[in-house]
């Protein structure tokens, strides 16, 4: 009966992968079908940043370029003109930075739906606006009562760490006095 189960699984197993590249024919057709008569041009004719150079020159063929100063504002523009009228562009316009490194992602999405990815690296020393500079005085304000607390834990960490020292130190202290006053009483008895 085991034979029979698992020539049962081989069965399943060959006949659900057969049914599944089927589908997936299927579905690659329907795609060449509806791009039929569609443009599949997704290149840029130009692409450039306001106020900055990219590198190497724009050339439609190549998708990797580089702002080679470091961008000192929060956004930048990019300007992007597409080959073909039909082609969508996704990424351009204003685009915000983050602090240090920054690679912006600008998609051509031909007619058809292919889609190619330009891509601008670039350095950012991002200045703070008035929103900012108002949000960093409160989180520089939180900051600083979080460090005082945080001073104040160390003091009195530090200080009850030094605690069974300053205890040893007045217990030998205490034991000294009790020495002394011990044989100062012994003296005294011993004159009277």
């Known amino acids: 009966m085991e034979a029979n189960t698992s020539k049962g699984f081989a069965n399943f197993d060959n006949d659900e992968a057969e049914k599944q590249e089927q589908e997936q024919l299927k579905k690659q057709q329907e795609q060449v079908e509806q791009s039929i008569g569609k443009s599949t041009n997704n290149f840029l004719n130009d692409l450039s ?70 891509i601008i690296s670039l350095t950012a020393e991002v200045t703070a606006s008035q929103e900012d500079s108002e949000s960093e005085a409160v989180v520089s304000e939180e900051q600083e009562i979080t460090e005082n607390t945080v001073q104040e834990i160390d003091n009195t960490v530090v200080e009850t760490s030094h605690f069974p020292i300053y205890l040893g130190i007045v217990g030998i202290v205490l034991i000294i006095a009790i020495v002394c006053g011990v044989i100062y009483y012994k003296r005294r008895v011993k004159k009277c």
């Not at 050339?59 to 470091?70: A, L, S």
């Not at 929060?74 to 039909?86: E, G, H, L, P």
């Not at 316009?93 to 889609?115: F, M, P, Q, R, Y």
């Open 49 to 118: 940043v306001e106020e900055y150079e990219i590198s190497p020159s724009f050339d439609k063929q190549t998708i990797n370029y580089t702002i080679n100063e470091t961008v000192k504002a929060n956004t930048i523009k990019i300007n992007a003109v597409a080959s073909d009228d039909k082609a969508k562009i996704e990424g351009a316009g204003k685009v915000k930075l983050n602090n240090d490194k920054n690679e912006i992602h600008i998609d051509v999405k031909a007619e058809s739906g292919t889609v190619r990815t330009y």
